[in-house]
């Protein structure tokens, strides 16, 4: 009788740990939706009682009223003389504005360093029917408890929301190791923020607050830092998040439609068209012969006898989709959607307040006609992301340098992968970032990994006889900031100062093997590694 009680007691332990499992309390289309790590556990009306720490959102609402009142403040240098620094820059560096924002420089946001008024403060946010706790400046600290209904009030009205979303898509950008973009896209648009357990202070609670895409407000609050509830809630946010259409579908594309096709005529019905603005069903006779029905909702025009595209970029990347492959896989529509938007900004020239790119086999082909929900849902759920590193390409069926293969791609996503690792696999050196801030996360060293290519096909022979040897097919060699040398094995990138020296040679054999030898025990074995690291290059 005493094995089955056992049995009995170790099956409850666990189920006891979730029950008392703190939850994340998501406040989110005027409801407060309780999630486990897996699921959501409970939906009500969000209760105007419910209150949190301010914590470091105090920091969004000065960012506002910058940009709002059209402020010129300086940029915050690091002296090395405060340890929040580390939120900010290293000793000798400067911050600007926007990063400040994303990493959560409270010295730069700090009242008192831009000249902002207690009086202008509060004329400020009562014009805008702000509550109390925003209206006195003192009292902007992070402690701060405030009502979660009143914030996300607050946030659907503030000022320069337009640009602090655009800004926040790098919060997401960075986290868990971008893993939450992985996870959530280009849904979600926040500034973290963290502050002291409520019951116990050694510990911490945490979440963000800002928008979604479409700026709907959003805030989420557990327990842990910030960083914990997006690495350890990135899943269950991706099935709760709705994929909406952007607010700012983002600057106007301007498409030459048919850039190769001569067009003869255009009718509407029996009537020929001559020029200007079209709306509904219309016939496209080519020089060729050829004939085409499209559709116009207003975006089309025939002007001097060529048919111009004047689209939402987002609208363009649902179009060049919806042409070029199609909405499914999934996955494998994301990764190609980034890869669409990448190519507009790489290729497209400026044309006025427009983005000019012809409509063409030799840039992207675009659909004649809106664009299907399907290829809608995949471009609004990447939107905003492209990749920052390296030149962009793309085949229906040709893999190549910098280049991704749909069919590839496709077989990718039936196989389980994600987009961002089919992205990684096609763009090794670039790395996932935002439309108006494109920046790598790995600056390339060409010579260092051509070097690296030459000596491996010497040492291809002696390698192949150790036990645990993978030859790897696609990695990038990245130029280390800081630090010593490493490999980030999930990226496939290894990174070193260069190839000049022959420390900078042993390093970069040395990291290779590591990656080289990832699924072996051999792997983790640092003596083994720079033995032969060292005999491959010496010896």
Not at 104 to 117: D, H, K, M, W
Request: charged content about 25%; hydrophobic content about 40%.
């Amino acid at each position: 009788m005493t094995r089955p009680l056992v049995w009995w007691l170790l099956c409850l332990i666990p189920a006891l740990a979730t029950a008392q499992e703190e939850p994340l309390r998501l406040g989110f289309k005027g409801e407060l939706i309780s999630l486990s790590q897996t699921q959501v556990i409970s939906r009500e009306p969000l209760p105007a009682d419910v209150q949190a720490p301010l914590g470091s959102l105090w920091k969004l609402f000065v960012y506002g009223w910058l940009v709002d009142t059209g402020a010129r403040e300086p940029a915050y240098e690091c002296r090395g003389q405060s340890k929040e620094e580390v939120y900010c820059c290293a000793a000798g560096g400067k911050i600007e504005r926007d990063q400040a924002l994303v990493k959560s420089c409270g010295l730069y946001f700090e009242p008192a360093r831009l000249g902002i008024s207690e009086a202008g403060w509060r004329d400020y946010w009562q014009a805008r029917q702000a509550p109390e706790w925003l209206l006195n400046l003192p009292s902007l600290q992070p402690s701060t408890r405030v009502s979660v209904a009143e914030l996300l009030k607050v946030l659907a009205v503030m000022p320069a929301q337009d640009q602090a979303r655009r800004v926040l898509l790098d919060v997401v950008l960075s986290a868990a190791d971008g893993n939450v973009v992985g996870e959530l896209g280009g849904r979600l648009r926040v500034k973290t923020w963290s502050w002291l357990g409520d019951q116990d202070p050694a510990s911490r609670q945490g979440g963000f607050a800002g928008w979604t895409a479409d700026g709907t407000p959003i805030w989420a609050g557990g327990r842990g830092t910030s960083q914990m509830v997006l690495r350890h809630y990135g899943g269950v946010l991706a099935s709760v998040l709705p994929v909406e259409w952007p607010l700012d579908a983002g600057r106007c594309v301007e498409v030459g439609l048919f850039s190769r096709y001569p067009i003869e005529r255009v009718l509407a019905g029996d009537r020929v068209v001559s020029s200007g603005p079209l709306l509904g069903d219309y016939r496209v006779e080519f020089a060729n012969g050829n004939q085409l029905d499209i559709h116009s909702d207003g975006e089309l025009f025939l002007l001097k006898g060529k048919l111009v595209a004047r689209l939402d970029r987002e609208e363009y990347v649902a179009r060049v989709l919806q042409r070029e492959a199609k909405p499914e896989p999934i996955e494998a529509a994301k990764a190609l959607a980034v890869a669409i938007r990448t190519y507009l900004l790489q290729n497209a020239t400026r044309h006025g307040d427009c983005l000019s790119i012809d409509d063409s086999s030799n840039r992207q082909r675009v659909a004649p006609r809106p664009a299907t929900a399907e290829s809608r849902h995949i471009a609004a759920w990447t939107s905003d992301l492209v990749l920052a590193g390296s030149t962009v390409t793309y085949h229906s069926d040709q893999p190549g340098p910098d280049k991704l293969s749909w069919q590839h791609a496709i077989e990718q996503a039936n196989a389980g992968q994600r987009y961002d690792a089919i992205l990684l696999h096609a763009y090794p050196r670039a790395s996932l970032s935002r439309w108006d801030n494109p920046v790598a996360s790995c600056e390339a060293l060409p010579a260092a990994q051509d070097w690296l290519l030459k000596q491996r096909r010497g040492w291809r022979a002696q390698l192949e006889s150790e036990v645990g040897y993978n030859d790897v097919s696609t990695f990038a060699v990245c130029r280390l900031a800081f630090g010593r040398p490493y490999v980030d094995r999930e990226r496939q990138r290894i990174y070193v100062r260069g190839v000049l020296s022959l420390q900078d040679r042993l390093d970069l054999t040395h990291e290779y093997l590591h990656l080289a030898f990832e699924a072996h025990p051999n792997g983790q074995d640092e003596t083994y590694i720079e033995g032969l690291a060292r005999h491959l290059l010496l010896e």
